[in-house]
């Protein structure tokens, strides 16, 4: 657990950082939050991800207390402050403490440290199950706090033994509630859904690690496809490239963790250390 935390471009023990009862996220749910792992104290392809961060501020029309350069020092400056090599950052920002209990005004900026996601390894070698659900979340590109389907779904997604939720419109693919979605298909393709999703930085690295390995497809795809699959997996930053082996209780492909879902986590993995490699302190 992080010692430190920061608000509003303050390092604080974390025990002592509080936000008032009138912000907008709590009394609204309006706010936005990116989520980025360090190793060797650097971050994770960190332009990209404040990248996208000061895009969903923007498009959410909140103004961030710092911006990108002053935010950058502070993330390294807390990480310094933690002392841990490995972990990962939460940045989140709210709509602000609302005047009239709807209105935002001046964000409230938070950046927190975790430990470095550790998910079991049979999760890896043996696959996860998911359960599907028809939605579509609202702003897609947008990386908001609102997770209500997802969260208010978790007794329907543990009593299934499964992992998370994917969302598909109508039958057409979207995306799982906290990661993308890759298949393989029967011709040996690597397909993912092209838009209504959160472009995750996890998916995008998979495209470019895959490179001259497969032919990578971005297009609309529809729920026979998923299950017609020949191998299917999710990434998200925490979760890496994740094989699905069962969704809705159908197995999917013979039902085992395929080919190339372990190789293209194994190239995602190479592609993240080769970054942790050159990034510059
Ligand atoms: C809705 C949604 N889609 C996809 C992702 C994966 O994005 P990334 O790879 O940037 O973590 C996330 C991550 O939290 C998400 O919340």
Request: with cysteine; hydrophobic share 35%.
């Amino acid at each position: 657990m992080a010692i430190y935390c920061s608000l509003n471009g303050k390092i604080t023990a974390q025990e002592k950082a509080s936000l008032g009862v009138t912000d907008l996220a709590v009394l609204r749910g309006y706010g936005i939050f990116d989520y980025f792992l360090f190793k060797y104290g650097r971050p994770l392809l960190e332009e990209q991800y404040l990248q996208r961060f000061y895009n969903s501020a923007e498009k959410m029309g909140l103004n961030p207390p710092l911006n990108q350069k002053e935010l950058s020092r502070n993330i390294h400056e807390l990480i310094a402050a933690n002392g841990q090599g490995n972990g990962a950052i939460r940045l989140v920002l709210t709509g602000g403490y609302t005047p009239d209990g709807y209105s935002p005004s001046e964000p409230n900026l938070i950046v927190l440290q975790h430990p470095y996601p550790a998910y079991p390894d049979a999760y890896f070698t043996e696959g996860v199950a998911l359960i599907s659900h028809n939605f579509q979340r609202e702003w897609p590109e947008v990386k908001t706090i609102n997770y209500l389907t997802g969260i208010k779904l978790l007794p329907e997604i543990r009593r299934a033994g499964a992992l998370e939720v994917m969302y598909h419109n109508n039958g057409i693919l979207r995306e799982s509630v906290r990661s993308n979605v890759f298949l393989i298909t029967e011709k040996e393709e690597l397909v993912t859904p092209d838009s209504e999703i959160l472009f995750g930085i996890t998916r995008d690295s998979i495209i470019k690690a895959t490179a001259g390995l497969l032919p990578v497809i971005t297009r609309r795809v529809n729920m026979e496809e998923v299950f017609r699959a020949r191998e299917v997996f999710i990434t998200g930053t925490n979760k890496s490239a994740m094989p699905v082996v069962r969704i809705d209780g159908r197995p999917i492909g013979d039902g085992k963790v395929g080919h190339w879902s372990k190789t293209l986590k194994e190239k995602l993995e190479e592609y993240r250390e080769a970054y942790y490699q050159s990034a510059e302190v």
